[in-house]
């Protein structure tokens, strides 16, 4: 596979040039030949804005071009504004893929400062009565207080960085306090999960399962399952509890067993509108990235994760990667942001790191080990 993956990574580096001359906010979603920022009206908003920062310092290495360093700084240094926003949970998206990576791969450790403050104000979104990490906040018409949800694992990166650099404690414990509560709140027997978990904020008791972006609520939305076994493997190497290896396995057994032939999921896994419904390339990219955690971690069963990461990602280069754009691009097509808000049939930025983070594991094992702290497990390496 070695061919595709070069070829596509030339092609993502190519594009990349172009979205970095063109650019002029944080980009979402592509479609229609534009890029659109996402809206920024709730601290929320700025979810996004770590992963365009991500893949420019992925960019950045395998080239060794001091443009794409020249822009991965620029863009990093502006998002160093945000490391005290309490107002949103996703600070480890925001930071980890910016300002740790950017530390690690440069060997500048200054650019650990802010993420460590960052860590610090998202451990504030603890709820220590439900042992969990609030999602939301208040927006004039609903209380958001005791939303915890899926999305939230991939923010766990960061605080358990700043308790390994730090040697204090509490970042870690909160993470794992949440993993824990999340692991019980919405991952399923069946290895599925829900999207949304609703507590009572002054008891901490569940009080339901809800799905925001998926089909329903006993449904399961695919780039929410991504996140939970992405995120759970990554609990797992940094505590080594076997719940959260168990939980990872299940949870990418229930991936394979649902995946379509071509391996990049449907939105939802279990909409009844399969196979005349919208496919998520996003939810495809961030599989193949929690796969190869999972392989990283799991010897006994390295080489089917390995395996599966693999052939997702020959299918996303083949059948889902937009080659020669000649201008501003994202890097795949078909990802689904929200199907329920009509928000589908796009690039998305997000499936675009992982896309690059995942061509990043197999084409160059070395840059993926300095950026994301995972040591790739060559197919076979495990029997
Ligand atoms: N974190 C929101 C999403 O995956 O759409």
């Keep these: 596979m070695t061919a595709v993956f070069e070829s596509a990574l030339k092609q993502s580096i190519e594009t990349t040039r172009h979205n970095l ?21 709730r601290a929320a908003g700025h979810w996004v804005d770590g992963f365009w920062a991500g893949l420019l310092w992925l ?40 300002h740790v990576i950017a530390g690690r791969l440069t060997g500048d450790e200054a650019w650990f400062d802010n993420a460590m403050i960052a860590a610090h104000t998202l451990t504030k979104r603890f709820n220590p009565r439900g042992e969990y990490l609030q999602a939301w906040d208040d927006d004039g018409i609903r209380k958001w207080a005791g939303r915890s949800n899926i999305d939230l694992m991939m923010n766990l990166a960061l605080l358990y960085w700043a308790s390994e650099l730090t040697g204090d404690a509490e970042p870690a414990d909160i993470a794992t306090q949440h993993a824990r509560t999340s692991r ?4 399923r ?9 609703d507590f009572d904020p002054d008891s901490g008791l569940l009080i339901r399962r809800e799905q ?10 695919s780039r929410g399952q991504a996140w ?57 990219a961030v599989t193949a990235c929690g796969l190869l955690e999972l392989a990283a971690l799991d010897a ?31 890097l795949l097509r078909d990802g689904a942001r929200s199907v329920p808000a009509n928000l589908m049939e ?8 992982y896309f690059l983070e995942a061509l990043t594991a197999f084409t160059r094992p070395d840059i993926y080990r300095r950026a994301l702290d995972v040591q790739i497990v060559p197919v076979g390496a495990s029997e």
């Design 21 to 41: 001359k063109a650019l002029e906010e944080f980009p979402e979603s592509f479609q229609q030949g534009a890029w659109k920022p996402i809206e920024k009206e």
């Design 59 to 98: 960019a950045y290495a395998h080239t060794g071009d001091p443009s794409l360093r020249a822009g991965a700084e620029h863009w990093t240094n502006k998002l160093a504004h945000l490391k005290t926003n309490s107002g949103t949970h996703d600070l480890g998206f925001i930071f980890y893929l910016s």
């Design 228 to 284: 939970a076994l992405y995120g759970f493997a990554t609990c797992y190497r940094h505590t080594r509890i076997p719940a959260f290896l168990k939980t990872a396995q299940a949870t990418a057994d229930y991936t394979i067993r649902h995946l379509p032939a071509d391996l990049v999921p449907f939105w939802d896994y279990n909409s009844p509108h399969i196979p005349d419904t919208y496919r998520d390339s996003s939810a495809a």
């Design 184 to 187: 019980l709140a919405l991952v």
């Design 212 to 221: 925001y972006q998926g089909y329903s609520h006993d449904s399961c939305w």
């Design 300 to 330: 006994e069963n390295a080489s089917r994760w390995m395996e599966t990461a693999e052939r997702i990602l020959v299918s996303l280069c083949e059948n889902y990667l937009i080659r020669n754009a000649g201008g501003p691009s994202s």
């Design 346 to 353: 796009h690039g998305l930025i997000y499936g675009d790191y």
């Design 189 to 197: 027997g069946d290895g599925s999960t829900a999207h949304v978990a």
